[in-house]
């Protein structure tokens, strides 16, 4: 059964950090490129962030860049976004999902397994 659980979610004031995780199972981790989404209230899921299998290349949406870090833990098969000098218009909920591709990928549209999403709140 696979599983894709986010963590770290909250509210946190402007110019705050948080530390997004997403646990995975039931598939091949390794073998998967990784993202990260966002879904605000009233707006499309948009990319935010994505690695490829290995770390080795990363791809970020350009209102992040800078701010925010996406890595992995093969071994733990579990990936990470490390959000920095958060902004209001950041707030949204944020979801990780999986690819079996070993590129980077930018459309929700190639992502064969999704979480459930994690709340990020950021007052100004």
């Known amino acids: 059964q696979v599983q894709l659980v986010e963590s770290g979610g909250g509210l946190v004031q402007a110019g705050g950090s948080l530390r997004l995780s997403c646990a995975t199972s039931?598939?091949?981790?390794?073998?998967?490129?990784m993202g990260w989404f966002r879904q605000a209230p009233g707006k499309e899921r948009e990319f935010v962030a994505v690695?490829?299998?290995?770390?080795?290349?990363?791809s970020y949406v350009d209102s992040v860049k800078g701010r925010f870090t996406i890595s992995r833990d093969n071994a733990k098969s579990t990936v990470y976004l490390q959000m920095n000098v958060l902004k209001p218009e950041d707030t949204a909920v944020y979801y990780c999902a999986a690819n079996q591709g070993y590129g980077v990928y930018r459309s929700t549209e190639t992502y064969d397994y999704w979480g459930q999403g994690t709340q990020v709140t950021v007052s100004s």
């Open positions: 039931g598939f091949i981790f390794s073998n998967y490129a």
């Open positions: 690695i490829n299998w290995n770390g080795a290349r990363t």
